[in-house]
C-alpha cells in the first residue's frame, strides 16, 4: 500500500494524471519537446530517488555494519531494490481515470485516518 502512495506521490505510471492530459492535447508539458521535456522527465526521476531514499530511510529498518561505505552500498542497494518495484508496478499496471485516482487517495486517507486514531488511542 505505500509503494502505491509513494508513486501517487511522486506522479508516476498509473497516477500521472498529468501526463495523459497531454495526450488529449492539454496539461503542463504539452509546450515541452526535446532537451526541455527530458529535463521534466530527469526531474521527476531524481523525485523518485530521493523519496525512494527518504522511504527507506524513515521506514526499513538499518542493516548497521559498522563501516561508512559498507553502510552506503546497503542503503544504495535497498534503494535499488524499491526503484525497481517502483518501475516494475508502473510497467505492469494500466494507467487510472481520474475518478479511480480520487478514489484512491479518499482510501488512503481514510486508512491514514484510522492509524492515526489507532495511534492515539494505544497511547
Known sequence: MIVFALQAFV???PFDV?????????GPLVEYSGPKLALFK???MAKMFLYTGLFIALFV???????YVTDLIVFLA???VLVLIVTVIA???ARYRIDQVVRYYVLLFVLAL????LAVIGS
Request: charge should be negative; hydrophobic fraction near 40%.
Open 11 to 13: 506522479g508516476r505510471m
Open 18 to 26: 498529468t501526463e495523459a492530459e497531454t495526450e488529449i492535447m492539454e
Open 42 to 44: 530527469y526531474a521527476r
Open 61 to 67: 529498518p538499518r542493516i548497521e555494519t559498522g563501516f
Open 78 to 80: 535497498e534503494q535499488a
Open 91 to 93: 510497467a505492469t499496471h
Open 114 to 117: 484510522l492509524a492515526l486514531l
